[in-house]
């Protein structure tokens, strides 16, 4: 059984819209991520949280929002969207957020912004 | 400029043969972690490591504990299965701890 799902696969959005991209860990981990992976960059960190606390964002942009409604979920919220923001957007968890933990990734959402 | 350098970029080998993949950091780092990336997309964490070595199989890594500044990943009579794209990513001592910064990735292509 997958232990990280994520919502939907596959996401094809007109720029200027919104959509919520879904995050749920099933491995009974604290801290959780969101990664993005674009053809032009490499893997990027964007939000760490723990305890559904945000604790560190390098997005620079507040059109993404993530989203913690219970400890295993995270979610990330993007309005006004960009082509430029097409990406595979990987959610991610560790135990703790104290670093020295192995992060597991999440199989990916891969957004495509027309 | 990056933090994460990772070499080689691409490589070919055939099946049976040995490769080694390499990540300097340009700073001192806290720790690695080595993930396979396969055609479909997913991210398989391989290895995570604080200091000294760790193997698997055929797959050994190594992270240099004196200067913290490389790490290495050794494939041993590689298989076809182990195609993919190999990525470290690296945590460092300062900003967020458990923040990964990824190199660009090695594109590995094992051939019968």
């Known amino acids: 059984d997958p232990k990280i799902i994520q919502k939907p696969k596959y996401l094809v959005a007109v720029t200027g819209s919104e959509k919520i991209l879904i995050c749920e860990q099933y491995?009974?981990?604290?801290?959780m991520y969101w990664y993005r992976q674009s053809a032009k960059k490499p893997l990027e960190f964007m939000f760490s949280?723990?305890?559904?606390?945000?604790?560190d964002n390098q997005t620079a942009s507040s059109r993404f929002q993530p989203q913690s409604s219970k400890k295993n979920h995270l979610d990330l919220q993007i309005t006004a969207l960009k082509p430029d923001d097409s990406a595979t957007y990987f959610c991610?968890?560790?135990?703790?957020?104290?670093?020295?933990?192995?992060?597991?990734f999440g199989p990916g959402t891969r957004l495509l912004v027309l | 400029g990056d933090q994460v350098e990772q070499s080689p970029s691409a490589l070919s080998l055939h099946e049976g043969t040995d490769s080694a993949l390499r990540c300097n950091f340009t700073?001192?780092?806290?720790?690695v972690q080595w993930f396979r990336q396969n055609s479909r997309g997913s991210l398989i964490s391989l290895f995570y490591?604080?200091?000294?070595t760790k193997e698997n199989g055929r797959l050994k890594s190594a992270f240099d504990s004196k200067e913290r500044r490389y790490s290495t990943l050794h494939i041993r009579d590689a298989q076809l299965e182990d195609s993919g794209t190999y990525f470290c990513?690296?945590?460092?001592?300062?900003?967020?701890?458990?923040?990964?910064?990824f190199g660009k990735g090695t594109q590995l292509i094992i051939q019968p």
């Open positions: 991610a968890s560790s135990q703790d957020d104290w670093g020295q933990d192995t992060q597991y």
């Open positions: 491995l009974g981990h604290n801290a």
């Open positions: 949280y723990s305890y559904q606390k945000l604790m």
């Open positions: 700073t001192t780092m806290r720790s």
């Open positions: 490591l604080a200091s000294g």
């Open positions: 990513a690296a945590e460092a001592y300062t900003g967020g701890a458990d923040r990964l910064t």
